[in-house]
Nanobody
Framework: QVQLVESGGGLVQPGGSLRLSCAAS????????MKWYRQAPGKERELVAR????????IYADSVKGRFTISRDNAKNTVYLQMNSLKPEDTAVYYC??????????WGQGTQVTVSS
């Protein structure tokens, strides 16, 4: 049974930091690219960051470059999103995604991140 379980969301003040985690199980983690998406109220879901496997190459949305860092620990089947210098416009539900090809894509349930003073 495939599971992606996100954690680490919450309420933070502008300029603060959070680290999201996504624990994966039920599939061969090393064979999947891992992504973080987010969806703000009234907006479409957007790709925030992606990390490939096994090379670990990364890409980021322009809006988060220099502030967010995606990483993965293949021994722990976990992907992380370190978020620094958070802004109110980063407020969204953040989703973990595993992509192994068009027939092999999985989603987590999402974790809320709220940036507000």
């Amino acid at each position: 049974q495939v599971q992606l379980v996100e954690s680490g969301g919450g309420l933070v003040q502008p300029g603060g930091s959070l680290r999201l985690s996504c624990a994966a199980s039920g599939f061969t983690f090393n064979n999947y690219a891992m992504k973080w998406y987010r969806q703000a109220p009234g907006k479409e879901r957007e790709l925030v960051a992606r990390i490939s496997s096994p090379g670990g190459g990364t890409i980021y949305a322009d809006s988060v470059k220099g502030r967010f860092t995606i990483s993965r620990d293949n021994a722990k089947n976990t992907v992380y999103l370190q978020m620094n210098s958070l802004k109110p416009e980063d407020t969204a539900v953040y989703y973990c995604n595993a992509y192994g090809g068009c027939a092999y894509e999985y989603w987590g349930q999402g974790t809320q991140v709220t940036v507000s003073s």
